[in-house]
């Protein structure tokens, strides 16, 4: 069973403001992910970090940026928010290049 | 072009009935592929992977069949039950070098069961 977690689970919010997704997991895991999906679609890859004071952009062009200040911490954020953000937001972590645990997801509404 | 995807968006089975979710991709390059099952509201959850020097695993009622030759993988569900009803996606390791470091994930197939 995966240790990943992924706060808020729901998150509604107005144009403008400011948002920080949360991401942890308890598995020592170098390699951590952040993924865009819209409901029953594919994954893209927004960021990835190979480790602490490393991030990567993924292959999606994104406006939100990542920080990796402690191994286990990988959140996500958006400065100001707008309606095209609307989507749902999964974490994930590896240790290496292959298998990738999957946080529950944080989906988010931009009214 | 695509490095991944599924023949089919949907596939409608009967309970109990075996099930075959297929997917094709195109780095021949890729040495490790894995099956996810996703259900409404939740992250994908890893099923069964496979590595290229393989043609076949078995877990428990799954089945993963690589062929090489073609750059297909599909996944087989025996005796498909309710909870199997979810979205399940492929995803290949292709070599680094190519962009962003990590899988590449299809598109998806949703699996409806009937009653």
């Known amino acids: 069973e995966a240790d990943i977690y992924q706060t808020p689970r729901y998150l509604v919010i107005g144009t403008g403001k400011k948002i920080t997704l949360e991401c942890s997991q308890t598995?020592?895991?170098?390699?951590m992910y952040w993924y865009q999906q819209d409901p029953g679609m594919e994954l893209h890859l927004i960021h990835y970090?190979?480790?602490?004071?490393?991030?990567e952009k993924g292959d999606l062009s994104s406006e939100s940026t990542v920080s990796r200040i402690r191994t286990e911490h990988f959140p996500l954020t958006l400065e100001s928010a707008r309606p095209s953000h609307t989507s749902q937001y999964l974490c994930?972590?590896?240790?290496?290049?292959?298998?990738?645990?999957f946080g529950p997801g944080t989906r988010l509404t931009v009214l | 072009g695509e490095s991944v995807g599924l023949h089919l968006p949907t596939l409608s089975v009967q309970e109990g009935d075996n099930s075959i979710i297929n997917c094709a991709y195109s780095?021949?390059?890729?040495?490790?592929f894995i099956w996810y099952k996703q259900e409404s509201g939740k992250g994908p959850q890893f099923i069964i992977d496979?590595?290229?020097?393989?043609d076949k695993r078995q877990g428990q009622r799954v089945t993963v069949l690589l062929n090489k030759t073609v750059k297909h993988l599909s996944l087989q569900i025996a005796a498909t039950q309710p909870g199997d009803s979810a979205v399940y996606f492929c995803?290949?390791?292709?070599?680094?070098?190519?962009?962003?470091?990590?899988?590449?994930f299809g598109k998806g197939t949703h699996l409806i069961i009937q009653p």
């Open positions: 994930a972590s590896s240790r290496n290049r292959d298998t990738q645990y």
């Open positions: 598995m020592g895991h170098d390699k």
């Open positions: 970090s190979y480790g602490v004071n490393s991030t």
């Open positions: 780095n021949s390059a890729s040495d490790y």
């Open positions: 496979i590595r290229s020097n393989m």
């Open positions: 995803a290949e390791n292709p070599p680094i070098g190519g962009g962003a470091d990590g899988l590449t």
